[in-house]
């Protein structure tokens, strides 16, 4: 039977994606190490056991609450796109979009840096002691999750298959590793003790930044060793609104946490308890609330530096009473401008120690096994995050070098009286503003605790191609006055929601489609609340994937 009940502990907690993960972090916790610590250490281990989700090749974005200072700390750990990365070089090769996999997908990769900066500034142990946990489970090999052949499996031929850098870790002869065989990665184990020994220079000035830029470059990619010197992660400012009491923090542009506060900011002018959890009524104000969120987002969410993002007026209680006036409470809008909407593979983890510091991070390739390339005898997967760029100049997201890309990825964290109350984060790209607030909704309005909330029936809604003979599927759109007949604004609901929410929602002009009852495309949430009498914390994992919370 499926538990309902969160894992609670007294003197601090991990909860990852993936069992091994979370040991990896509760060792450091357990050895002294603190939360920041104990993530990147987590961090590491994700990297090796779910290669799917997230590498040393991606992308991290973190919110670290600092018990010294009391105070919320982002940093944003994305990489821009490479110098040579044009649209006059897409042009030259009759592409009309950037592909999506392979070596003109690839950003510079900013996890390692993210690592590293983070270390330097909050971290208590060595970095070797740290990357330990990754490199036994890289050097020793560990078990093939069931998770994890089915992403091989759907990703060896097209996505693997033409990178020998790959298909040589991943497939066995012709075929990719099944549930239970030993996947070994010595490559990976040596770039993380060169990492420990030699430092952040190895990663983007050294022998492994030449060796991932030697082999991108022979693939037929513009990434370079130029790229890799000039990359930094940088601090930025947390963004927030208020929710019911509670301060809930988003990462800030190029992130899509704002889409989350906006969501929320809509629905607070709701009594969203008298109407009652997951029927029809409800559903339908999250989705419309949603719609309209989004519809800002695709607008004007993009690098800062690059483009002006009016955030303060777009969280702002006064635009969100307008935008509430565009609800229909009988009809679903047919008309909302929307813009891409795309699956993602990530993975959020977030810990919290008995000192009181507090960590939310979320690290990516963006699709299953990114680009697909290995970059050369590193062992480390690139990711595909520049195949999110556009290439129509009117776009927000308009492709240009030096800049980065929109970004999926939100970590975040929810304060009580100024104190943290939550850390809560999810994989499922451009779904994971919805998630945050179906969560958020669960616990804040009807109060569920924190496992019940992340375990409750999920929806995701977008643009999606439809058939009558195969399950709906993520596209890469355009403005909804760009989408063809067979493109609309879905619903995809987890097959245990009730007849009548289903049947309620269909009379209210949504297109509904039903999936399994726990699917990936709903995200991997996971969580930590550190209850504000007892300071007990309460650690919950996402049964749709190999999630573990733990603690000590």
């Not at 509760?26 to 290669?51: C, E, F, H, K, S």
């Not at 690839?106 to 590293?116: L, R, Y």
């Not at 066995?172 to 490559?187: F, K, S, V």
């Not at 008995?354 to 590193?378: A, C, K, M, P, W």
Request: hydrophobic share 40%; aromatic share 8%; charged share 20%.
């Amino acid at each position: 039977m499926l538990s309902e009940q969160p894992t609670l502990s007294t003197r601090g907690m991990v909860a990852t994606a993936h069992y091994l993960a979370t040991q990896a972090g509760l060792q450091m916790l357990t050895r002294g190490g603190n939360a920041i610590d104990a993530a990147i250490a987590a961090n590491a281990a994700m990297t090796v056991v779910y290669p799917s989700m997230c590498s040393a090749g991606g992308d991290i974005f973190l919110l670290i609450w600092d018990a010294k200072s009391q105070k919320l700390h982002a940093l944003n750990g994305s990489g821009r796109a490479p110098l040579g990365m044009t649209p006059a070089l897409f042009a030259a090769r009759d592409l009309s979009e950037i592909p999506l996999y392979g070596p003109l997908s690839i950003n510079v990769p900013g996890a390692v840096d993210g690592w590293f900066t983070v270390m330097e500034r909050f971290g208590s142990l060595s970095l070797e002691t740290v990357l330990a946990p990754a490199i036994t489970l890289a050097e020793d090999g560990m078990p093939v999750s069931p998770k994890l052949s089915d992403g091989l499996s759907t990703a060896a031929a097209s996505v693997l298959g033409p990178w020998s850098s790959s298909t040589a870790i991943f497939l066995r002869g012709d075929r990719p590793l099944h549930t239970g065989e030993i996947l070994r990665q010595p490559q990976l184990a040596n770039t993380y003790k060169m990492l420990a020994r030699e430092g952040h220079d190895a990663f983007y000035r050294g022998p492994l930044a030449r060796s991932i830029t030697d082999y991108v470059q022979q693939c037929g990619g513009v990434l370079s060793m130029e790229d890799m010197d000039h990359h930094r992660s940088d601090w930025v400012t947390p963004i927030s609104t208020t929710y019911r009491g509670y301060e809930i923090y988003e990462f800030p542009p190029n992130s899509q946490g704002m889409t989350a506060l906006e969501m929320l900011n809509i629905l607070e002018g709701y009594d969203l308890t008298s109407l009652g959890y997951q029927t029809d009524s409800y559903l339908h104000l999250l989705l419309e609330a949603k719609k309209l969120a989004y519809a800002d987002r695709d607008r004007y969410i993009s690098d800062p530096d690059f483009v002006q993002v009016p955030v303060e007026q777009l969280l702002s209680k006064d635009y969100a009473a307008q935008l509430r006036s565009r609800i229909d409470p009988q009809h679903a809008a047919q008309h909302v401008e929307s813009g891409l909407t795309r699956d993602g593979d990530t993975m959020y983890l977030c810990t919290a120690d008995r000192e009181g510091n507090v960590v939310s991070l979320i690290q990516s390739l963006y699709h299953s096994f990114g680009s697909g390339i290995v970059g050369g005898d590193t062992g480390v997967l690139l990711h595909n995050r520049g195949s999110y760029f556009s290439l129509d100049p009117r776009h927000v997201n308009y492709l240009q070098p030096g800049k980065r890309t929109m970004h999926t990825l939100s970590p975040a964290m929810v304060l009580r009286d100024g104190r943290p109350y939550m850390a809560i984060g999810t994989m499922g790209g451009d779904a994971q503003p919805q998630i945050h607030v179906q969560i958020l909704s669960a616990m804040l309005d009807f109060g569920f605790n924190v496992q019940q909330a992340i375990s409750a029936p999920r929806w995701h809604s977008g643009h999606f191609r439809l058939s009558s003979n195969e399950a709906p599927q993520a596209i890469r759109g355009q403005n909804t006055a760009d989408l063809d007949p067979t493109i609309t604004e879905a619903v995809i609901l987890e097959s245990r929601f009730s007849d009548e929410a289903r049947l309620g929602l269909g009379r209210l002009e949504h297109h509904i489609f039903t999936h399994g009852p726990f699917e990936d495309s709903m995200g991997h949430a996971q969580a930590i609340v550190i209850n504000p009498e007892t300071g007990v914390f309460e650690g919950a994992a996402d049964p749709r994937c190999d999630g573990l919370a733990l603690g000590w």
